[in-house]
């Protein structure tokens, strides 16, 4: 697999929590490190995943937002 995106962080599938459309998919990147998605129901089935899976969570973003409290 060869993508643009840079941030490629391969990991474990620790959760999925299927909705009626979206699931949210959990991925442990790093001991008590996890990085969470909504994909749809369709990408999860199509990707095999479950619950202990190997999975990378691939993050291309061309604008990050960060603020604080006033």
Do not use: C, F, H, W
Request: overall charge negative; charged content about 15%; glycine content about 10%.
């Amino acid at each position: 697999m060869k993508l643009s995106a840079r941030n490629q962080l391969k990991g474990t599938v620790v959760g999925i929590e299927a909705g009626a459309v979206n699931s949210i998919v959990q991925i442990e990147v790093a001991p008590g490190l996890v990085i969470t998605s909504s994909i749809t129901n369709a990408a999860v089935a199509e990707l095999g995943l479950k619950e202990g899976a190997e999975a990378y969570a691939v993050i291309k973003a061309s604008s990050i937002m960060v603020g604080v409290d006033d």
